[in-house]
């Protein structure tokens, strides 16, 4: 498991990046940082703690559907947030996050999210298991810069579509085992993909039928 931490008013944790500042404004509960990072707070109200990282997760996407535009298509908005422990045992996850950049998608403004790189807690110092992003299309699959090794900082990462269907990345960057795809499925989560070894830098996916 590849983990770290570091701080920033005494609790903050480290997540990938993916793309550059844009124009969305700030609030209370994300923004930008003088390095051109973004920070966003936990824990979101919107979401129950939980002993189990999974009941996290299932909470996600009906919570982050109810934000703006976020399922307009090419026209959308994406989220990105974080799932943090404070050490006791219990993870929460952040409020989800719209600062990114703009990029045209059929001559049409589509806002990406860029993953937090640091996460507030006025209770503590947070550390970061998984980060998660939402794509403003229905059956939206990992994009490649979501698989690519050097995106990967943690050892999860959760992406779900308008449909709500809740794709995991389990990298394992740190060693030589395959990175593997997982899709939620009720209660449980069925693999349908690897990424070998030598795919890990491009983030190439084999489908698997397990």
Known sequence: MRLSAGSFLGCLGLL????????????????????????????????????????????????????????????????????????????????????GRTVLVFDSPRRTCKPPRYVMDERGRSTVYADYHSHPYQRSDLSPEDKQAVNQLW??????????????????????????VFRREGKTWKRIGIIKPEDKADGFVTPVDD
């Not at 299932?58 to 974080?82: F, T």
């Not at 794709?167 to 030589?176: A, M």
């Open 16 to 99: 990938a990046c993916a793309s550059g500042p844009g124009t969305t404004g700030e609030t209370k509960d994300y923004g930008w940082r003088d390095d051109k990072q973004v920070w966003v707070r936990g824990p979101w109200e919107a979401i129950t703690p939980a002993k189990d990282m999974d009941d996290v997760i299932d909470q996600l996407c009906p919570a982050v559907m109810k934000l703006p535009r976020v399922q307009l298509r090419r026209y959308g908005q994406e989220y990105c947030g974080a799932i943090y422990s404070l050490g006791d045992g219990t993870y929460y996850a952040t409020h989800p996050s719209p600062l």
């Open 155 to 180: 050892s999860i990462r959760i992406q779900f579509d308008t449909d709500c269907t809740i794709i995991k990345l389990v990298p394992h960057v740190d060693d030589d085992s395959p990175g593997e």
